[in-house]
């Protein structure tokens, strides 16, 4: 009896339903990222070394993204800086997301465990982010591991407050009660009934919060908190052209705040995408 | 064995009650009626009862006894919507087994397939949804059964289908049923006493069960047209 | 009582319908595994007319996809839903434009609940619907009436939905309905959980309008609350309708009523014999092609499970089956 039909199909994706659509979107983007990661994992280091023959040189064939004051090819450096971005964009999210998860099961297991979640939640929203991704930064020493943990360890507020929200409402559930009845412990019914529902919620958590992480690594960065000047990141690029824009090399900034912003773009395409398919009241679209 | 409710009052502001000092009993093996006006706070009586509600006056026992929480309750309550009643995300044997392993005599006495195991909950009708539910709270352990308008949503078959197998496992394991319905004539038919729940009215006037032995009599009787 | 029926009856020969239903399908895409959609059927094969002057109910068990036909009706269907047949109203055929254009204003829903009132929104501007500023003072003056007929306060008005009790938000749904000055009034499953004298009190609301010269559509799973104030009562099994009965052939047995499944339900009803025929509704899936009663019924034969009877007309009343006559 299954039929695979077509519904309101446009443009060159006519014949493939929304969902093959969305699916088609998010794999796309996917591919964009890890090519770009990839890339920069196997890129010859030989372009990134200095060489001062050909410096300050425009975008052309040879140099899309021209090269710099040290004659270093520009998008070499773009690439490498935003592999290095991703990853730690990636693990600053996972460290958020797991944080949430921990915190918003905590709040499930009674009315002080709740109360001190909230609390939670409010005093890290009440410090300002950049400061304190700053300060943990500084505390841990700095470099990768300092702005990973700096950011994973501030964003997490957002996505805790969803998951209570959520475990709330289930909370009220008539099934709940009938576990509870059935005589099922807290825990027992955390991770039965609330848990697989929270699931979409973690997931898509985690690929939102990836855009924030990225951006506020580069702006610590930028800013001389962040990864350490030698490492090709896009903070640093960014910070270090603002001496040259003023003498019109205008690639130096370009091109990496572009790429930047194109993957974080990326990210978040693909996160509105998989809400879309997430989305029970859309589902069947 | 007893199921007692006594001298139970709620409300969610102290000047405002929904039950004023209600006394309830179910023996074993009874089945009572309830009926009352909407907003008389049958369900709230029924939530009290099954130990859902924790937050009011009086005392729930059984045989002088109170019910002990965290563990399985011999009190079950069944709702009207059977759907709000299950985890979607649940597969239908997931949520039949989830209080004890149902018997294949109770599945055989509902009417239960086989096919219908590996279903979600979704492609299920409200009727079948209802047996589910109650074939899972029916479990050696349960006393007494709460139903509140269970069948208020399914067609006239599925209730006498629904009805016959519950008064059915029942009487063979001796439980008490509390049945909540506005419908008369089908309390007339199941059950052997019904009682009957006024509203509080506005002048805060004390409400109380009027127990009234139905036992063949009509019930036009005593309730207030 | 019966002759004023036969009247009745005798006066809507003549008259034409308000709204024909004609061989309405409708069905679902619905992904299964992955990216496969497939087609889910809920309604097959269905016909009814509604007249002026007349209730008449749409009697199934609930979850069975007959509020979807009051949907269908408005237009106001999902987007994954494909529909098939036709609908006329006024002898005009009923497309989307048309629907838009006569919905809340000739065609009016009274819905299950309040969830369908804007939770923002004081109830009074919402029973007033959207009318032009120059008719604001008339519609608020009909507003007031019809408050009071229904016994609702001033304060009620100015009231958000959520504040709304279960018996007032009745009364609102009902009032929206008759401020719309609609001549088709479709309500859906108006009556669960209502004591019996809110219930009596709702189908007054529904007989009164109907006196008045509107069509109404009562779609209900409680067969007692459509036999109240019901003229003709169509049976809704499995998708498709499977009799439809003038009101005063429910009596005794059942032996008047054509359809054996009609007859089944007839003789469930507490107040009557409180016995059950076996087995349950078939899910779409399970349908086979044949009668969808095939599994239950009492009188089926081999051609039964070939295909699905045609709706014929007997004394009076539609059935579909093929061994009554």
């Given at each position: 009896m299954s039929t695979s039909v077509a519904l309101n199909g446009k443009g060159m994706l006519r014949g493939l339903n929304l969902r093959q659509r969305t699916i088609l979107l998010i794999s796309l983007m996917s591919l964009l990222l890890m090519t770009v990661l990839a890339s920069s994992l196997y890129i010859d280091s030989s372009s990134l070394s200095t060489n001062f023959d050909s410096r300050n040189l425009a975008p052309s064939l040879e140099h899309p993204f021209g090269t710099d004051w040290m004659g270093r090819d520009m998008f070499a450096r773009t690439l490498t800086g935003l592999g290095l971005s991703i990853m730690v964009g990636a693990f600053a999210s996972a460290i958020s997301t797991f944080v949430s998860v921990v915190l918003g099961l905590l709040s499930s297991m009674g009315r002080a465990a709740d109360s001190f979640v909230s609390w939670l939640v409010d005093l890290f929203l009440s410090i300002p982010h950049l400061l304190l991704i700053i300060l943990i930064s500084i505390g841990l020493g700095g470099g990768a591991t300092g702005v990973i943990i700096g950011v994973g360890l501030t964003h997490w507020t957002s996505l805790t407050r969803v998951v209570r929200a959520e475990i709330k409402q289930i909370n009220t559930q008539d099934y709940i009660h009938i576990s509870r009845n059935f005589g099922k412990s807290n825990w027992w019914i955390a991770r039965k009934h609330i848990l697989p529902h929270l699931v979409p919620q973690f997931l898509l958590g985690m690929i939102l919060v990836f855009p924030h992480a990225i951006l506020h690594e580069a702006s610590v960065t930028f800013l001389g908190f962040g990864l350490s000047p030698h490492e090709p990141a896009i903070g640093i690029i960014l910070s270090e052209s603002m001496r040259y824009l003023a003498a019109g090399y205008w690639w130096l900034a370009f091109f990496p705040g572009m790429s930047l912003l194109i993957v974080v773009l990326a990210v978040d395409v693909i996160g509105e995408n998989l809400g879309k398919i997430m989305d029970p009241r859309k589902a069947h679209e | 064995m007893y199921l007692k409710g006594e001298n139970i009052s709620f409300g969610y502001r102290k000047d405002d009650l929904i039950l004023n000092n209600v006394d309830i009993s179910l023996g074993s093996g009874e089945v009572l009626g309830l009926v009352g006006d909407s907003g008389s706070g049958k369900s709230t009586l029924c939530k009290i009862l099954a130990g859902y509600e924790k937050n009011y006056q009086g005392s729930v026992s059984i045989d002088g006894k109170k019910i002990p929480s965290?563990?399985?309750?011999p009190v079950q309550l069944i709702f009207q919507h059977p759907e709000k009643a299950v985890n979607p995300r649940w597969k239908i044997k997931d949520i039949l087994n989830e209080g004890h392993v149902v018997s294949q005599d109770v599945l055989n006495s509902f009417g239960i397939k086989k096919s219908w195991l590996d279903r979600w909950p979704n492609e299920l009708s409200g009727g079948e949804l209802q047996r589910f539910a109650l074939a899972r709270a029916l479990s050696p352990e349960t006393k007494f059964l709460i139903a509140d308008e269970i069948t208020t949503m399914v067609d006239a078959i599925t209730q006498v289908q629904i009805w016959e197998s519950i008064l059915d496992i029942a009487e063979r394991l001796n439980i008490g049923i509390l049945v909540v319905s506005h419908e008369k004539n089908l309390l007339k038919k199941v059950c052997h006493e019904v009682v009957y729940l006024s509203r509080i009215n506005n002048a805060g006037l004390y409400n109380e069960?009027?127990?009234?032995?139905?036992?063949?009599?009509?019930?036009s009787g005593m309730v207030p047209e | 009582m019966s002759v004023e029926m036969a009247m009745n009856n005798d006066d809507r020969e003549g008259s034409e319908a308000l709204l024909k239903v004609k061989d309405l399908s409708l069905s679902f895409f619905q992904y299964t595994s992955g990216l496969r959609q497939t087609e889910l059927k809920i309604i097959s094969n269905m016909s009814l007319e509604a007249y002026s002057g007349e209730v008449l109910a749409v009697v199934g068990s609930s979850g069975s996809g007959k509020s979807l036909l009051a949907h269908a009706i408005l237009g106001i269907l999902p987007s994954n839903s494909r529909l098939s047949g036709s609908m006329e109203y006024k002898g005009q055929s009923l497309t989307p434009e048309k629907k838009e254009e006569l919905r809340g204003k000739e065609i009016a829903l009274i819905p299950q609940s309040t969830t369908y009132l804007d939770p923002l929104m004081k109830v009074s501007e919402q029973v007033m619907g959207s009318s032009e500023k120059k008719d604001k003072e008339v519609m608020r003056k009909r507003q007031t009436e019809i408050f009071q007929r229904y016994n609702l306060k001033a304060a009620v008005g100015r009231m958000l939905p959520h504040e709304l009790s279960g018996g007032m938000a009745r009364r609102v749904l009902v009032s929206t309905a008759l401020m719309s000055s609609a001549k088709l009034i479709i309500a859906d499953e108006p009556t669960p959980g209502l004591d019996e004298r809110s219930l009596d009190e709702t189908l007054k609301y529904f007989k009164d309008m109907a006196k008045k010269g509107c069509a109404v559509i009562l779609i209900t799973h409680d067969i007692e609350a459509a036999l109240k104030i019901s003229d003709r009562i169509a049976i809704f099994y499995a998708g498709t309708i499977l009799e439809e009965a003038r009101i005063e052939d429910f009596r005794n047995d059942g032996e008047d009523l054509r359809h054996p499944y009609t007859r089944a339900l007839w003789n469930a009803l507490p107040q009557n014999r409180f016995q059950a025929i076996k087995g349950h509704q078939p899910m779409q899936d399970e349908l086979n092609g044949g009668c969808v009663y095939f599994e239950r019924c009492s009188i089926r034969t081999e051609h039964c499970s070939k295909d699905i009877p045609q709706l014929k007309r007997i004394s009076g009343g539609l059935v579909r089956c093929n061994n009554v006559s």
């Open positions: - | 965290n563990t399985y309750n069960l009027a127990f009234r032995d139905m036992q063949n009599a009509s019930l | -």
